[in-house]
């Protein structure tokens, strides 16, 4: 089904762009060169944001700003309690403005208005669960080490943080990661993707306005190739937190060891749903088309393959196309809209040759496969079968609303179908029975699985990927320790025996 009706849409596009400076050392400042970048809205290919555009220099300005204030500033040097009031100030401040940050974040990215208010609430949520790590955030001590030691291990924050992050849920994403580097007690600097950098830009006032000190954490909006090779890469920067594709993760890794910095990855997924033939029908057949379609498929946890009983696949699968069909596809303006617009260009050709590539390779498309005839950029929800696990199709991202269905017999082998990837990011199984959900899941090389459920995220929670889609974890209680040092106190007392012995 495909929706055009737009209400408020031209009244909303009448307005004047946002406008953007960089946020460097608690002030707005234009680009040194005076560089500009305009955003469009993919949806509507409309100016919507027009941005001082960050080079070298301002990169370099900005991590000398948040060094400063990690050296010498008064961030690190608070009570957690401070930290904490001061990061519950952030997330209601971010509760404040929910509209005003959910009308951009859908403006640059074309997803449907209500997923970007549930993206803004939910990412509010991640600096309220922040501040209460910033308390508990504590080291460890040992009085078993005899007599004369007392061991103590103290959590040091690391320092400065480089954080880049990717256009999909670039409100969520920056909220999984600044408010736990703030609570350790970090300095940070943040480049948000070039095509949807609004949200960041607006966080910045919204620090400001709480109290976090200037310098404490500087904004720039400007290419990765430049700004973000910069933050990878400056020997003043103690650590990388990316989100992003696993091939410029790669490079950033890479370019990181030239200073050995800690880092902290969150990449690609291309993520299973194993549906047995006892599952909940109608939750599968829903969380499947939920799964694949959400975000226009632009998730790092897209369920992207679907892996279905052979008993029930081509009755599952011909149930996923006729709720496929159901999809409300349009802009993201319009009211009961589920899928908006591709968020790049780039991507809606890339998501275009996936297709191409599958049919190609012998896949059928049951459904989709085509642009949507109308203005902007939107791709059909489409559905593959006859998809095998030597097809591309079937192990690599397409980052876009093209579901995959392969099939198995057994339990054995839906585990090596669901690992047969090179990534491990999230995955589900669909099964009534207690002992096949937890034997596959158990088995299941992936950070995340969903037993009878998808997509669903806690704060509690930690989140991350194995082998190519990531490495360390974001979320849950552990997640301000991601950003400390280690640093342990060997206290010895009373006399010391000496190593030195004179002849005798
Ligand atoms: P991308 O890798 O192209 O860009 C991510 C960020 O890196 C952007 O800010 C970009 O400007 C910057 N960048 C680009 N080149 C750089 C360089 N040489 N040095 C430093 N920074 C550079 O990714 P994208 O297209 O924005 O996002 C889509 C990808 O992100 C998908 O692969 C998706 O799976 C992944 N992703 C992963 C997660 C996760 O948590 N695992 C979440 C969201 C998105």
């Known amino acids: 089904m495909i929706l055009t009706d737009t209400p408020n849409a031209s009244?909303?596009?009448?307005?004047?762009?946002?406008?953007?400076?960089?946020?460097?050392?608690g002030a707005w400042t234009d680009a040194l060169d005076g560089s500009m970048l305009k955003r469009k809205s993919p949806a509507h290919d409309h100016v919507v944001a027009v941005y001082a555009k960050a080079g070298k220099v301002d990169a370099e300005r900005a991590i000398a700003a948040a060094r400063r204030a990690f050296d010498e500033g008064p961030w690190p040097r608070m009570k957690g309690a401070e930290r904490a009031r001061i990061l519950r100030s952030v997330a209601e401040g971010?509760?404040?403005?929910?509209?005003?940050?959910?009308?951009?974040?859908?403006?640059e990215n074309g997803k449907p208005l209500a997923?970007?208010?549930?993206?803004?609430?939910?990412?509010?949520?991640?600096?309220h669960y922040a501040a209460t790590l910033a308390r508990n955030l504590h080291g460890d001590s040992y009085n078993t080490l005899g007599e004369h030691t007392l061991g103590v291990v103290l959590r040091d924050p690391i320092g400065v943080v480089s954080i880049i992050t990717p256009w999909n849920f670039p409100f969520l994403i920056v909220s999984q990661k600044l408010p736990f580097a703030l609570a350790a007690g970090c300095t940070a600097v943040v480049k948000?993707?070039?095509?949807?950098?609004?949200?960041?830009?607006?966080?910045?006032?919204?620090?400001?306005q709480a109290g976090v000190p200037p310098g404490a954490v500087n904004i720039l909006v400007g290419p990765g190739s430049v700004v973000g090779d910069v933050m990878v890469k400056h020997p003043q920067v103690d650590m990388l937190s990316f989100t992003g594709s696993t091939t410029v993760g790669k490079q950033a890794v890479a370019a990181s060891a030239q200073t050995l910095k800690k880092v902290s990855m969150e990449l690609g997924g291309?993520?299973?749903?194993?549906?047995?033939?006892?599952?909940?029908?109608?939750?599968?057949?829903?969380?499947?088309?939920?799964?694949?379609?959400f975000n226009a498929g632009q998730c790092c946890?897209?369920?992207?393959?679907?892996?279905?009983?052979?008993?029930i696949a081509e009755k599952f699968a011909a149930a996923v196309v006729e709720r496929s069909k159901r999809v409300r596809v349009g802009d993201p303006l319009a009211t009961g809209v589920q899928v908006g617009a591709i968020t790049t260009d780039k991507q809606f050709e890339t998501i275009l040759a996936h297709i191409h590539d599958a049919r190609r390779d012998g896949a059928t498309v049951a459904l989709g496969g085509s642009r949507l005839a109308m203005p902007g950029l939107y791709i059909e929800p489409t559905v593959l079968t006859g998809v095998t696990p030597d097809m591309a199709i079937a192990r690599e991202e397409v980052f876009g609303p093209v579901l995959s269905v392969l099939t198995f017999e057994t339990l054995d082998e839906a585990v090596q179908l669901a690992n047969s990837t090179l990534y491990g990011l999230s995955a589900a199984v669909w099964s009534s029975d207690f002992t096949t959900c937890l034997s596959a899941a158990r088995r299941i090389k992936a950070g995340t699985v969903?037993?009878?459920?998808?997509?669903?995220?806690?704060?509690?929670?930690?989140?991350?990927?194995?082998?190519?889609?990531?490495?360390?974890?974001?979320?849950?209680?552990?997640?301000t320790e991601d950003y400390t040092e280690t640093k342990t106190l060997h206290m010895h007392l009373g006399p010391r025996t000496d190593w030195y012995v004179p002849n005798r």
């Open 11 to 25: 009244d909303v596009l009448a307005r004047a762009p946002f406008r953007g400076k960089l946020f460097i050392d």
């Open 94 to 107: 971010i509760l404040a403005r929910r509209q005003e940050i959910a009308l951009l974040e859908t403006l």
């Open 115 to 127: 997923q970007s208010l549930a993206e803004v609430d939910g990412a509010a949520d991640l600096w």
């Open 192 to 208: 948000p993707s070039e095509f949807t950098s609004g949200t960041t830009v607006m966080l910045a006032e919204i620090l400001h």
């Open 270 to 293: 291309k993520n299973p749903q194993i549906v047995f033939a006892d599952c909940d029908w109608e939750a599968a057949v829903d969380a499947t088309v939920f799964g694949i379609y």
């Open 301 to 311: 946890n897209s369920g992207s393959r679907v892996l279905v009983q052979a008993s």
């Open 450 to 479: 969903w037993v009878n459920t998808f997509l669903e995220g806690h704060a509690e929670l930690p989140f991350g990927g194995y082998r190519e889609s990531g490495i360390g974890r974001e979320l849950g209680r552990f997640a």
